[in-house]
């Protein structure tokens, strides 16, 4: 992933990283806490596994939407944080906003139910 | 801040579970491990307490076989992923979300396998032997090694023993002086004392026919050291333990069948032997004796607590389990029995002679010497499933000829390497798991055969599915599934793959390449094959010896069946005298019989009523210039010795005119003989054992007391004479003409019309008695042959495959080879050089393996070098026999080949 400031050129996000990203909008995390919460959000239907999960962070990193972060854990030290950055917090934003402008075309062709009391 | 997963109570993982972590972080390569080997730990732990701590086994497997499976893919995708690093930059860099490309890729592996079912059946077929073996005899393993006794605690029983060094070994009975000390005064241990010295039945005649049962003589304590609970009642009390105590407990099938379930038995009446006792509990049907099996009554054990006489402290006729008492250990209890048996020994110097008291963990105790033959034959099996996991990996290579064109048009449209060899190992991992579930079937499907070949020690039951076995079986068709696919798979998806494209294929490098690698696996496949083949070898000729073993006796057409006269209705020693006497006429007269006769012991059944024995003088004074020689005893009654063919040496043997009046004599075997007379003609002679004087009226030849050939020496007494002495069951022995049918049917009706109430017990033909002994052997030897059998099957298919393959490839070079005038002889020869060629090279490569494998044999075998050079000749011999007549085909099809045509294509 190259690096860039301008989140719009990240665009479209890979569904995995996005889901990373809003996980840590919420909250740093360590390895497993991400899978778990992932996990959770999409009602188990995506089950990261680990071999996977590092290489997916390393190239958050490299692009420069999430950072490793140093602190201590007093259940595990082995533990390694990861924290969203500002840039992932805005690349978050866009692909948020990115999706909801293609529900809101779907809805409008039909292809969704409409939701109550929103335009 | 919140966190994932409680740390609070979940356990840490265990030892193991931690060097499993250790090992799946090692897959990974070492530029990762530097960088995220801490925090992939951190992962492993965190995701086992959140998702396995408190949860059952079946949770334990998937979750390892996840991260195992997730470890491997990676770790392999990451590897490749480093080494191809040119070229990869116009390769998929969206990748797909986890789960959904690994979906995806199933897909795709079952919809190209339905496609060749003949293939796919093939690999299967293969995998399922493989697995299924392996399964197999896992399972026997798992049920008599590792899982544990059916006892709360069962780690902490023990068995105590006696081993007499002046005779040079293990003499598991003790005294009852000594027990009853040990377990008056004994700290470490908690002791049970049972008669198993010779398996007891006891017939019930209270039911519509008499039925005779397995009994069991236990102190008082006994089920408590085996925390055995009665479903109903109590167990004995010490003050049971006299011969008077008229009390019994029974098993809940005795219960059911006599007294209509329910509590109604406690305080019943059961006749037992045409005694009258009160049944005082009632033991569960899941609770079998570690020592004598299944048992339905028990009977309190006759103990004194003292007043023993000086000759019972050498009198050797009971075992005894213990329990480790809550803080002592093995070590400690060892140190109290020799403590007491130095004190025990100093007080009464009969019961010395170098006498040590053992204690053995039980689980050992019953099945340490079976543990040498599991371990034997599970390394067998690991070998058949490496053989066909090669067998699997070389029909890949063949299949991969028509899959070139596909993956290098994936390669083309932008997939990476690791992508396609995740993909080829996706298909491989469906076929190990197809051919693994087919495994497990037939597993089950023999396993009831197996329970029945095996030895009746191990106590096998048959078909028995529990988690370990499938988590076993599902790791095995796992790891086959990465070895036979890795290799293909790498080969298949190295750089250069465009260029398959162009190629046809078969005659250009990449066809040449697969040629070599299936040789190489053909190679190995033979070495794989030589070893079991040898291993066969040398236990089969091992069994041959043992069953050479002379046994001087008849064994052919030989019934056998025990006869017991309880207590109650026979005191009187001249009725049972009669009774037998009568009972062996009434025999030889029923049609098609040969001749009848009776013993105490069979032969061959061990060493049993071992009494010190000595030369007389006179029929009352003993030689004491000769020591004592431990002597088996046996009465006999009819024409025993005729009936087994038992060549008489010198004097007669027993006949009418040994009746209950005259003075009291024996017939002795050669062995007896020369122990205890020397050279000199011991008929008339004297000899004395346990108080009994008697004069000598024949020497018999040595019959073996042991399947091995063993000798001991064995004094034989009339029946009508010693009846007064002893109440011993005698074992029958009718020797028939085998074709008379209905013969078993006719001695039950003779022995009711004597006395309808005996029970005509355990009748089995001699041979079968006979081959008891040898059962361990020939366990270990039918099913390492089958191995091997499977094994050489295996490779011939493999080397056929090969020579076809080479033969199809060279078909323009053979055309050319004939147009030019080669004969079709030398054609042929060339094929079957070739395939001669790559055996020898597996057969060389093998003996390596083939002697490792002999020598773990050495504690199974009998009179057999495992460096026996007959049986590698005819081993290596029968492999190349088999490569050259795999190769009849192929040479036949390369001289089928017009040359005509393939010069002009």
Known sequence: MPKTDDPLSLLPLRPLEFSILVALAEDDRYGYDIVKRIAERSGGSVRLAPGNLYQVLDRMIEGGLIEAKRRRDRGDERRRYYGITALGRRAARAEAARLDELLHTARGLEMLPPVRGRP | ?905
């Open chain 2, 1 to 905: 801040m919140s966190q994932a997963g409680g740390q609070g109570g979940a356990p840490a993982p265990s030892r193991i579970v931690r060097l499993l972590f250790s090992v799946l972080l090692r897959l990974q390569p070492r530029v990762f491990r530097e960088a995220h080997g801490e925090e992939l730990i951190a992962f492993y732990h965190d995701a086992w307490r959140d998702q396995v701590a408190g949860k059952g086994t079946r949770r334990v497997v998937r979750v390892v076989a996840e991260l195992t499976v997730d470890a491997l893919r990676s770790g392999l995708a990451r590897r490749m992923t480093r080494r191809d690093a040119v070229g990869q930059q116009g390769s998929d860099e969206r990748k797909e979300p986890f789960v959904e490309s690994w979906v995806q890729d199933v897909r795709w592996s079952l919809r190209s396998l339905v496609k060749r079912p003949g293939f796919v059946l093939i690999v299967i077929l293969t995998l399922a032997l493989g697995v299924g073996a392996n399964t197999a005899v896992f399972g026997v393993l798992n049920a008599v090694l590792l899982t544990p006794l059916p006892y709360p605690e069962s780690d902490r029983l023990v068995r105590i023993y006696q081993s007499d060094r002046a005779v040079g070994g293990a003499e598991s009975y003790l005294t009852q002086p000594a027990l009853v000390d040990l377990r008056a005064n004994g700290r470490t241990l908690d002791v049970g004392i049972l008669y198993t010295y010779r398996e007891e039945g006891a017939d019930l005649t209270q039911g519509a026919y008499p039925e005779r049962v397995r009994q069991l003589r236990v102190s008082a304590g006994y089920f408590d050291v085996l925390r055995a609970q009665p479903l109903w009642g109590r167990v004995f009390r010490q003050d049971e333990e006299t011969a008077d105590a008229r009390v019994v407990v029974i098993s809940r099938r005795i219960e059911a069948r006599y007294f209509g379930g329910g509590n109604a038995a406690v305080g019943g009446t059961l006749s037992v032997d045409g005694l009258a006792r009160t049944v005082v509990g009632v033991l569960p049907d899941d609770f079998e004796d570690p020592l004598a099996g299944v048992i339905d009554v028990w009977l309190p054990l006759p103990l004194r607590t003292s007043g023993h006489e000086e000759w019972e402290w050498d009198n050797h006729y009971l075992s005894a389990i213990g329990r480790l008492r809550p803080g002592s250990t093995r070590a400690a209890a060892q140190r109290e029995l020799d403590e007491f048996t130095r004190r025990q020994s100093e007080a009464h110097p009969v019961s010395a002679e170098g006498r040590m008291a053992l204690v053995v963990p039980l689980q050992e105790d019953l099945f340490g010497r079976s543990a040498t033959m599991l371990f034997v034959l599970m390394a067998a099996v690991a070998l058949l499933l490496l053989i066909a996991c090669v067998n699997v990996a070389s029909l890949f290579l063949a299949r991969g000829a028509a899959r070139n064109s596909e993956l290098a048009l994936r390669v083309a449209l932008g997939s990476s390497r690791s992508r396609l060899i995740r993909l080829l190992l996706s298909e491989s991992l469906v076929l190990a798991l197809a051919g693994g579930a087919v495994g497990v079937l037939l597993a089950l499907l023999t396993a009831d055969v197996l329970a029945s070949l095996a030895p009746a020690q191990l106590r096998l039951r048959g078909a028995a599915l529990d988690l370990r076995i499938l988590g076993f079986s599902l790791l095995v068709s796992l790891l086959s599934g990465m070895l036979f696919g890795t290799a293909p798979a790498l080969q298949f998806t190295r750089p250069g793959l465009s260029n398959a494209l162009r190629d046809g294929g078969r005659t250009g490098a990449a066809g040449r390449a697969e040629g070599r690698a299936r040789s190489v696996l053909v190679v190995v496949e033979f070495s794989l094959a030589l070893v079991l083949l040898t291993g066969a070898g040398i236990l089969l000729k091992s069994f041959d010896r043992l069953r050479q073993v002379p046994l001087n006796i008849r064994t052919h057409n030989v019934m056998t069946f025990e006869v017991h006269l309880p207590e109650a209705r026979y005191e009187d020693a001249g009725l049972r005298a009669q009774f037998h006497a009568s009972f062996v006429r009434r025999l030889g007269e029923m049609p098609g019989v040969r001749a009848v006769g009776a013993t105490s012991r069979l032969p061959v059944t061990g060493r049993y009523h071992s009494w010190g024995t000595r030369p007389a003088l006179s029929m009352n004074e003993v030689d004491r210039s000769v020591p004592f020689v431990s002597a088996d005893q046996r009465t006999v009654e009819g024409a025993y010795f005729e009936t087994l063919r038992m060549p008489l040496l010198r004097g007669r043997v027993f006949d009418a005119q040994d009746h209950v009046g005259a003075p009291p004599r024996a017939v002795i075997s050669e062995a007896a003989a020369t122990a205890l007379f020397g050279d000199g003609d011991p008929i008339g002679r004297y000899l004395v054992s346990a108080g009994q004087f008697r004069q000598v009226i024949g020497v018999v030849a040595d019959v073996p007391v042991t399947a091995r050939g063993d000798i001991a020496p064995i004094v034989y007494h009339s029946h009508t004479q010693f009846a007064d002495n002893r109440n011993w069951p005698l074992v029958y022995v009718v020797a028939t003409n085998g074709s008379t049918p209905g013969q078993l049917a006719s001695a039950r009706r003779e022995l009711a019309a004597l006395d309808p109430e005996l029970v005509l017990y355990d009748p089995r033909p001699l041979s079968e008695v006979v081959g008891r002994g040898v059962a361990q052997e020939r366990f270990a030897m039918v099913l390492l042959s089958c191995f091997a059998a499977l094994a050489v099957l295996l490779a011939t298919i493999g080397i056929y495959g090969v020579l076809a393959y080479s033969v199809s490839r060279r078909r323009p070079e053979i055309g050319i080879r004939m147009a030019l005038g080669a004969r079709t002889s030398g054609i042929q020869r060339m094929i079957v050089g070739q395939g001669a060629r790559l055996a020898g090279m597996g057969i060389i490569l093998g003996l390596a393996g083939a002697f490792a494998l002999a020598r773990s044999l050495s504690a199974l075998v009998f009179e057999v070098s495992t460096t026996d050079f007959g049986v590698y000749l005819a081993s290596a011999t029968l492999l190349l026999l088999v490569a050259l007549a795999a190769s009849a085909l192929p040479a036949f099809a390369a001289t089928r080949v017009n040359p005509v045509e393939t010069i002009r294509t």
